[in-house]
């Protein structure tokens, strides 16, 4: 036990010390939120500045009164068609519309010409403005009047999801808040595991192709040594992590405070500040200017975030150990990097699985049967389960997925244990699966 | 007492035997030679003896004791294909290793700082592996597999990578050890440092051994009563009842080299004498078996006549 901690220490202090490791650390905080500001910044910019197009319109039928709009100026033009497209290529703008001689009712042969394509937002912007003047002229049959019509085009409800507990209790949830948690949750989860994954893999190789390997297999166990390694990379992975989260949260309050928005953890924070003092809650009600903006911070605070936060950091570990003892023993069983990439993509494939199937079921279905089997499958459950567990996942499956991934990393870890044991003194092998196997299968 | 038996360890791979029935007895403070080609299994040996490997059977003593996980510490090894973590500092790596041995900070550091002194590099702890020459990094690993003390030293090729102005220095610590009762398990094929070091040696040959015992007794037992004389002039007649000439070579003019064997039971003083009165003896010397002539036929799987005639007539 004394000798893994030796081992752990040595992994740890290693990687900390080097440049690379205070550079990624230092800078990845200060780089993301600058991306995230700068995109704002430039949205924002983008919209101010963005000015109509103009729009030439041939209306053969003459009963499409089309109007200006915030992107389209609307450039009546004259016959026949030839022509118009002639004059039209001559111009920068944005596109000629041809409405043929065709029936309001019924309309045929409506055609857009643009020079390059163009984007389906301003394609479609113009397909809902004929759309619209089709649709009033139908109502206008069935007698709607305009000030009716009006207020039908000006519908706009307030649409609230709240879910009720088995006890009764109530809770509202905004699932465009969880779905981002859930994206990004499962989004770090499978990063973390990659990289630091591949950390480990790099450092056998590098034991195994130094030769040290021999020297320290003769006063330790390979398995100590494995684990050893296994662990003092995972606490690299946490402390830096723990730094990432602290510094991301104090630049990305200044970033966000420059254009006026807080941080949702900093309005967590308030929260619970105030929950716990009633001068300040009530200070902070005050504070609370509109109906949207306190029901958005009742939805943060209905979202409970210990409980993610203790899931994420089992399912954060849980995924990395088995993963990492997978890639110990490819790195192991190989004697350069690029050897090793071609058992490297066998151990990624089930962590990519949960990864896409991150977004493609479990952010739009979560409680689906496909979310429920990626979340429970012990190879994807870090990922999968995260993901979904900001969306409330009932008490029973996530006992099960966090028993079947302690199972799994024990499982891996005495598989990649038998390979590596015997990978680490193996140079010069020609390795293939069958080679694995007998590895696993040797005694002693 | 000795150092290490070991009894009948065998190792058995999928498609071959790596050691099969090894029983070898290592005396305490004694340099064993563990010899063979390649491939003949001393490094499956010495991993299962480093706890690196199990055997399928057979068991090993070390120091009257069974050999167990807690023994790592009485045992240093210098593996053939060395290594060290080329991005960790000298002291940080020896600091490491030490410890890894059982040692406790505060003594690796004396240890440490001791050895670095004996081989003046006490300036070396900052430094990185990497930066170091090749035979700079071999002194480093000597250190680290001496520094524990301990009692059981394996050195796989140790010379290998050293100038002979280093090669010396090693010779002189490994000297120096065995002085301070260390046992030194000596794996090599540079037989001139057979000849100089070995008390005991060992030879394994295709996962077996085919012989062991104090150098002395083991060239003793190749011993053929064979003697090489110079001598003027080769006009003379040996009695054919009592010897038998191998061979006859001319040196420069009328001097000539003869290889002598004598009947079983003639010493040496007898042939002298007998050959004083017949021609000029100018040298004289018995024919003793190199450790190369011994392992050379033992190797090539003649037998033990075989070998005779093969060293008589070397």
């Known amino acids: ?444 | 007492m000795n150092a290490l038996i070991t009894t009948d360890v065998t190792k058995r791979y999928a498609n071959h035997t790596a050691l099969d029935s090894v029983s070898i007895t290592i005396p305490e403070k004694t340099i064993y030679g563990l010899l063979g080609p390649n491939g003949a299994g001393k490094t499956t040996l010495i991993r299962i003896i480093n706890q690196i490997i199990n055997s399928d059977q057979g068991s090993i003593e070390i120091f009257g004791e069974r050999l167990q996980e807690k023994h790592v510490g009485m045992i240093g090894y210098l593996p053939e294909e060395r290594g060290l973590y080329k991005k960790m500092k000298v002291g940080e790596q020896l600091l490491y290793l030490a410890q890894l041995k059982g040692l406790s900070k505060k003594q690796a550091m004396d240890r440490i700082k001791i050895w670095l002194e004996k081989f003046e590099i006490k300036d070396w702890w900052g430094k990185k592996v990497e930066d170091l020459s090749k035979g700079m990094a071999q002194k480093v690993q000597f250190i680290s597999t001496v520094m524990h003390e301990p009692k059981l030293i394996i050195l796989d090729e140790p010379f290998s990578g050293f100038d002979p102005v280093n090669a010396q220095l090693i010779t002189d610590k490994i000297l120096e050890l065995k002085e301070n009762g260390s046992t030194i398990i000596f794996s090599t094929h540079r037989m001139e440092t057979v000849e100089s070091l070995c008390d005991h040696i060992a030879l394994i040959n295709k996962s077996k051994k085919i012989l062991e015992g104090p150098k002395k007794q083991v060239k003793d037992q190749y011993r053929s009563n064979t003697f090489v004389v110079e001598h003027r002039g080769n006009n003379f007649r040996l009695p054919a009842d009592r010897y038998e000439l191998m061979n006859q070579q001319p040196i420069e003019g009328d001097l000539f080299s003869s290889s002598i064997k004598a009947r079983d039971g003639i010493k040496g003083n007898q042939v002298i004498r007998d050959l004083i009165d017949i021609t000029e003896v100018h040298s004289f010397q018995e024919k003793l078996p190199s450790m190369a002539d011994i392992f050379i036929s033992l190797v090539k799987g003649e037998g033990d006549e075989a070998l005779k005639k093969h060293l008589q007539e070397a």
């Open chain 1, 1 to 444: 036990m004394n000798k893994i901690w030796l081992i752990i220490q040595r992994e740890f202090l290693t990687r900390v010390q080097k440049k690379s490791f205070l550079i990624a650390t230092i800078l990845v905080p200060l780089i993301i939120p600058a991306i995230m500001g700068g995109a704002v910044y430039l949205m924002i910019k983008e919209a101010e500045s963005a000015k109509p197009e103009n729009l030439l319109v041939l209306d053969e039928s003459g009963a499409f009164k089309l109007e200006n709009s915030k992107r389209f100026i609307i450039v009546p033009v004259s016959g026949p068609i030839e022509q118009a497209k002639k004059a039209y290529s001559e111009t920068n703008d944005f596109g000629l519309l041809y409405i043929p001689a065709t029936s309001v009712n019924d309309p045929k042969g409506i055609t857009i010409y643009t020079k390059e394509s163009q984007s389906i937002e301003k394609i479609g912007s113009i397909e809902s403005m004929i759309n619209n003047i089709v649709k009033d002229a139908k109502m206008e049959r069935y007698n709607v009047d305009k000030e009716t019509l009006k207020d039908i085009r000006n519908t706009d409800i307030d649409f609230k999801q709240i879910n009720l507990s088995e006890t009764g209790e109530e809770k509202s949830s905004n699932t465009f808040l969880l779905y981002g948690l859930s994206m990004g949750l499962g989004i770090m989860i499978y990063i973390f595991v990659l990289v630091y994954g591949i950390q480990i893999m790099t450092g056998v190789i590098d034991e195994k192709t130094s030769k040290v390997v021999e020297v320290i297999v003769s006063s330790v166990k390979p398995f100590q040594l494995m684990l050893g390694k296994i662990l003092g990379i995972a606490s690299v992975g946490l402390l830096q992590f723990t730094i990432w989260i602290v510094l991301m949260g104090v630049v990305s309050s200044v970033v966000l405070g420059s254009f006026g928005l807080k941080m949702p953890q900093q309005q967590a924070m308030e929260q619970v500040t105030a929950q716990m003092d009633d001068e300040a809650k009530e200070e902070m009600e005050s504070q609370a200017k509109g109906p949207a903006v306190a029901e958005f911070m009742d939805n943060l605070n209905q979202i409970p975030f210990t409980k993610i936060a203790i899931v994420f950091l089992f399912y954060f570990l849980g995924g990395y150990l088995l993963y990492g003892a997978l890639f110990a023993a490819v790195g192991s069983a190989v004697d350069s990097q690029q050897e090793a990439q071609q058992f490297q993509f066998p151990v990624t494939i089930p962590l990519l699985i949960g990864y896409l199937g991150l977004f493609m079921f479990v952010v739009r279905d979560p409680h689906g049967p496909v979310s429920f089997w990626l979340s429970i499958i012990p190879f994807t459950s870090p990922v999968a389960m995260v993901g979904r567990i900001a969306f409330d996942v009932p008490g029973w499956q996530l006992a099960l997925s966090m028993i079947l991934l302690v199972g799994g990393f024990l499982l891996t870890t005495w598989i990649a244990g038998r390979i590596y044991r015997v990978g680490i003194l193996m140079t010069g092998t020609k390795v293939s699966y069958k080679v694995l196997a007998k590895w696993f299968m040797m005694k002693g």
